[in-house]
């Protein structure tokens, strides 16, 4: 996994002029070692590095600094040694650190999307028997609010039919559950207020 992050210094400053001063900026903090022009050490971990630099319009001085962790399985490792990073180059500058690409938080995403989907799948099933159980097998046409069914954005989709719930976004259920009504008789069905 990667992390990006872009470190400006201001063209006052004499400090990291180059990207050899800025390794060694890097290498003041005692847990951090660089045995290698692409490696950086931080505690037992060795991860990957590759630093670009440029000047901004104002001509300020930029890095564009790379970490890359091998082995995901050492992400919390990985997060202790960018969040040491980011304090030595918040230190260093004045400013904040921008994070352009955030390897952790992809590696995360891609754990936790199953989970959301199973979610989102199971409030859809249960909204779906509830109005079906309560209304009947038609509840689809008398019963899915209007901000629901436009929210579809496949003309041919907005047609009412049964599985509405798994056209709409996942933020439109809380809509559903707070307007759901038969249309003809007004809030009889309604699921709560």
Do not use: H
């Not at 990006?4 to 290498?27: A, G, M």
């Not at 918040?90 to 199953?114: E, F, H, M, Q, T």
């Not at 709409?168 to 069905?189: A, H, M």
């Amino acid at each position: 996994m990667k992390t990006e992050y872009l470190v400006t210094f201001d063209s006052s400053d004499n400090q990291c002029t180059n990207i050899e001063t800025l390794k060694s900026l890097l290498k003041s903090n005692e847990l951090i070692t660089l045995p290698s022009q692409s490696k950086i050490k931080f505690k037992e971990f060795e991860y990957g590095m590759v630093i670009g630099s440029g000047k901004l319009s104002d001509n300020s001085r930029y890095f564009d600094v790379t970490f890359e962790c091998a082995d995901d399985s050492k992400v919390e490792d990985f997060r202790e040694f960018l969040k040491e990073i980011r304090k030595i180059f918040y230190k260093a500058c004045g400013r904040d650190v921008l994070a352009l690409y955030d390897g952790i938080g992809g590696y995360y995403c891609n754990l936790s999307y199953p989970k959301i989907y199973d979610i989102e799948n199971l409030m859809r099933k249960l909204i779906t028997k509830f109005m079906a159980i309560s209304i009947g097998p038609s509840w689809a046409e008398n019963s899915v609010p209007r901000d629901v069914t436009e929210s579809i954005k496949d003309q041919e989709s907005k047609k009412i039919r049964s599985n509405i719930l798994f056209e709409v976004d996942f933020i439109q259920l809380s809509n559903f559950l707070r307007e759901s009504r038969p249309r003809t008789t007004k809030n009889k069905y309604r699921l709560w207020t």
